[in-house]
Every structure is written in C-alpha cells, then in structure tokens.
C-alpha cells in the first residue's frame, strides 16, 4: 500500500494505492502517522487506486476516524472501488465513515 | 501601601483605614473567591446540574471608595462590608435556584440574619427584583489555613437567580438607576409590568420541563415493563429501547458467523431511519426483529460468510434489518436506493449497492415468500 500525503494547513489530501491487510498495516499506520495530529484536520482519503481492504485496514481507518473526531475534524473517503465498497457495506462501516 | 495613594479617594480618615485594610487583605479576597467558586462548580458537577453561569469578583478599590464615599458611616471596619467579594450562580429554572441553595446552605456557614430572599419580598400586586441574597463564610471544614484565619472570618455575598431574572436585574441597573435623571414613572412601571411577564415565563419553563421529566419517567417504565406497541417513537423513547440493548442478539449471531469483533456504535441515527420506513412505535421495531431476524442473520451470513473479515460495526444487526424489511415489503431496487440515500446521503455508491443487494437476495427464502 503506497500513502502520499498532501498537506495544505490542516487540509490533507492522502492517495491510497494497493492493497491494505495484515501485512503491510503496520506499515501504513506509520505511514499516516502525520493525519494524528493537529486540530481541526480535514482529510480526504482518495481511494482511487485502492484495490483491497481487509478487516485489519478497516481498523485503521475506525482508529483514524476515532481520532479525527477526538480533534474536532472531519474525514471523508472517496472514489472507492466497487469491492472496496462492498467491504464497508457489508460490516456496517458505512455506516460510521463517511463515504462520498 | 503609600497612604497619600488613597487620599486621592479624598475619604476621611476611617474609611482610609477600611481601605487600607482591604489593601492588605485583597490577596485573602481572591483565595475566598476561587474556594467559593470551586466548590459550587464541584457540587454543581456531583449534583449533575447544568446552570448558566457561576461568576464571582472582588469588589475594585474605586468601587469600594465610592461606597464608602457614599455610606462610610455604616460601617466600623472591613468586615461588616458584606460584597467585597461576590459570587453568583445563574440558573435556567426556577427551581434550581433552591436546590442550589441547598448546596450554598450545606457547604457554607450562612449569616441567616443578613441574607434575603427578594423573591418572598414581594407582595401580591408587586413586581420586580428577584433574587436570593445569601451572606456567608467559608467554612472551616471547606478551607483552614492558620496563617491566614481571615479567609473563615470575612463574610461574602452569594447571589442565586434565574437566567431572566438575571437579564432584568441588569436591564433594571441600566435603566433605572443610570446618572442623575430621575426615570417617570411610566417607564418604572413598564419595568416592573416585564418582571410580571418573565416571572411568568421562568414559571412556565418549569413546568414545561417538571412535565417532560414526568414524561420521560412514564415513557421509561414502559419501555422497562416491555409495553412496545404504546410506546410512539421518538428520541427519548428509543434512546431508552437501545439502553435494554434488543440489537444484541442478532449482532452476536452475525459476528459468530466469522468469529467477528463487534465495534459499538451508536444506533441513533436508525431513529430517523426507522420514522423513514414509516415506523410509529417501539412495538413496530419489536415486531421486525421477531419476523426479520433470522432473514437478517442469513443475509449477513451470505454477505460476510464467504469473507476473513473478522469486525463487524454494532449497526450491522439494525442495517440488515431494515434491508430485509424494505425487501419483503416490494421496496426492490429504488426502495433500498432511495433508504441509503437518506441514510448515507445522495451517493451514485447506493443505487450500485442496492443492485447488488437485489441480485444477492433474489434466490433468499424470505424473497421467494414475496
């Protein structure tokens, strides 16, 4: 999973490609260490090229949503793929992380 | 402390003497303010009282020279000047002024022979000012410190009142007893004739909120004696029906399925979603969940049976639900559409999502009843 981070003030722009699982979430956690901090962040997480999700990944988004919302922010993630969708649907997730 | 300082004020000598004992004592003035203030926001917190405000200030040096300018006479030294520090607490009842009291009267020593409730002043024709004035001393029990014993001596003025009675006193304050013209009297009287009308809207606010209280307990018994169908749905009435936790068991089956995390979130917004599907009471969301569980339990089982996804978000249960119901009932394709849409908000994802989910279901057995 590559992670680029666009940062313009408290507005990120974040391009995920790949795939996200248990093998490289560690990794990617790092990766978007720099969403962590900050008040007021405003991310948008394009997932244009984002091919897969597992359980492992939709927890680090939950963790990320958790702390954007403790910093009073906002998060959004767009351009899903259609089984990337699924996933989300499919566990409910939709329902907690906003989804354009 | 240069005495030729305080003759600038031009007081005599006595009073001089008061303020130069309120120099020396303003230190001791700003600890009782705080102790004062801290306590009533503890209590307040432990009680679970919401007011709207808790104030508190130390009477200025200039202020305190016009006073005594005024009526120096009245009194033999600094301690029988009762304001110099004052505290108010600002509630948005009427009846929280006196539970508030309570608290003032259980954690302060109160000179009960200068304190005045305003608001038993008045008589049956009158209007005005209302307020209760409690003068009182930090208690022993509350705050020692040996060093500085004045701190339990100094008598302080503490003010309880109401949000409106707050806002005419100071209106009052600015109209009335503003420079050296004297008010007519029409305008006292219109004063007056508004302390008639917010008296009477401070007491409506309590009643309205003593009914819904009185609602809120009736509707929580109902819910708690397992009476659904009486109950309408609305947010109190559901946020107690989540509070016996009824999604619980569908969830648990559905994460056994994959031996899933189950996320807790909140099930809140269904509230809307429910009213949506056009819903009435609590009894109508029972009646889903003893048609529609097991048909909910199976599409989840098709949905995540065949998936290592080992998290499932608490909204699952209510999710699947609400799918299954829109289906059973002929909702199709453009139901469940139009259900995520208001759900999720406009997304071209839900019309994809609804056709899958159409596909999906047509072989279920709960569709091939339809």
Known sequence: MNVTINQEENKFNVVLEGRLDTTNADQFQKDIEPLMTGEKPDITLDCTAMEYTSSQGLRMFLMLQKSVNSRGGSMVMTNMNPQVKEVFDITGFSNIIKII | ?370
């Open chain 2, 1 to 370: 402390m240069e005495q030729d300082d305080l003759e600038k004020y031009g007081l005599d000598m006595h009073c001089t003497m008061i303020l130069e004992e309120y120099r020396a004592n303003y230190e001791s003035f700003v600890k009782i303010k705080e102790i004062i203030l801290d306590c009533i926001r503890q209590a307040l917190k432990q009680n679970g009282m919401f007011v709207t405000a808790v104030e508190g200030r130390v009477k200025e040096e200039k202020s305190l020279a016009g006073k005594l300018e005024l009526k120096g006479h009245k009194y033999r030294t600094l301690s029988d000047i009762t304001d110099i520090v004052g505290t108010r607490v600002i509630t948005f009842y009427t009846d929280d002024v006196d539970k508030i009291a309570a608290i003032a009267e259980n954690n302060f020593d109160i000179d009960w022979e200068n304190s005045v409730d305003k608001r038993k002043m008045h008589t049956l024709d009158s209007f005005g000012y209302m307020s209760l004035h409690y003068i009182c001393r930090v208690p022993k029990k509350l705050y020692h410190d040996p060093a500085h014993p004045e701190i339990n001596e100094f008598r302080w003025e503490l003010q309880l009142r109401t949000t409106l009675q707050h806002m005419w006193a100071n209106m009052n304050h600015d109209c009335g007893y503003k420079g050296d013209v004297e008010i007519p009297v029409e305008h006292l009287r219109n004063m007056n004739r508004l302390a008639g009308v917010l008296e009477l809207a401070d007491d409506e606010f309590s009643r309205i909120r003593i009914a819904v209280n009185e609602y809120r307990r009736q509707v929580q018994a109902l819910v708690a004696s397992g009476n659904f169908d009486e109950v309408s749905l609305d947010v109190d009435t559901f946020r107690s029906y989540l509070n016996l936790k009824p999604f619980d068991k569908l969830n648990n089956h559905i994460a056994a399925i994959n031996q899933a995390e189950i996320h807790q979130d909140t099930l809140m917004p269904y509230l809307r979603m429910f009213k949506y599907l056009g819903f009435k009471t609590l009894g109508d969301i029972e009646k889903l969940q003893k048609e529609s569980s097991d048909d909910a339990y199976q599409l989840a089982k098709l949905e995540i049976g065949g998936t290592d996804l080992d998290i499932i978000s608490s909204t699952v249960s209510v999710q699947d639900l609400c799918i299954v119901h829109i289906l059973k009932n002929g909702g199709g394709e453009d139901g469940l559409a139009s259900f995520f849409d208001e759900l999720n908000g406009p997304s071209s994802y839900n019309r994809t999502r609804a056709q899958r989910l159409v596909e999906k279901t047509a072989r279920m057995p709960f569709m091939k009843k339809q």
